[in-house]
């Protein structure tokens, strides 16, 4: 059973976290929270597998004022942050502290539930709206778009077919069954590539890959 714990100070999307995934086989929502405070105390009291946070709650850093806190937890979750198209540098940040994903506030339950069976499969999810998104608003013009082709370049063509699944969301046993290849031999890859482009995770991977236009080839 996958326990899981969202919070966002808006009931309407609380509510509709709640019905798409309280209906959902092998997850169990255990606590929701409105704010970053109460999302803070849900994690290290119920200790949940994955947590869905709203990126802004209230106060601007409210969100990643909590992302902080539960990174910090001894076993922290999976986490994933929950955000409309407004990027801006507050999802860099999230991204360094530890963010395993970024999802859109109207996300349909089918993605939904798939991002959080990701989540605890230890992958990582990423909207491609959100991903393009970002990739627009974090990079200066294409001085990011070359270094960024540069590693993916060094990348083999089988490195590159990883990582361009990473980017689609796809956990490591997906991947695998794309490409017909183990699941270890996949972890293989994943690690390697992570090493090769930088990468501290999964997210950087995919937005390497959508920097790099990998995905338009």
Do not use: C, W
């Not at 937890?73 to 999230?94: C, E, N």
């Amino acid at each position: 059973m996958i326990r899981v714990m969202f919070a966002d100070d808006e009931e309407l999307v609380r509510a509709s976290l709640r019905t798409m995934l309280s209906g959902a086989e092998g997850i169990e929502v255990v606590a929701e929270a409105a704010d970053g405070d109460a999302a803070a105390e849900a994690a290290r009291l119920h200790h949940p597998d994955v947590v869905l946070l709203d990126i802004k709650m209230g106060a601007a850093d409210d969100g990643l004022e909590a992302l902080r806190s539960i990174m910090a937890l001894p076993y922290p979750p999976a986490a994933a942050m929950l955000t409309t198209f407004d990027i801006d540098a507050y999802v860099s940040r999230a991204l360094s502290m530890g963010a395993q994903g970024f999802l859109l506030k109207d996300i349909r339950p089918v993605p939904l539930v798939q991002a959080v069976r990701d989540l605890a499969r230890g992958g990582a999810v990423l909207d491609p709206g959100v991903a393009a998104r970002m990739v627009r608003a974090h990079r200066d013009e294409q001085r990011a778009a070359e270094p960024a082709r540069e590693l993916l370049d060094s990348l083999s063509e089988r490195e590159r077919e990883v990582v361009t699944l990473i980017a689609q969301g796809l956990s490591n046993s997906e991947i695998g069954a794309t490409l017909f290849l183990s699941e270890a031999t996949v972890k293989g890859y994943v690690s390697s590539v992570l090493t090769k482009i930088g990468a501290a995770n999964r997210v950087q991977a995919a937005l390497l890959a959508y920097r790099g236009g990998l995905l338009e080839r």
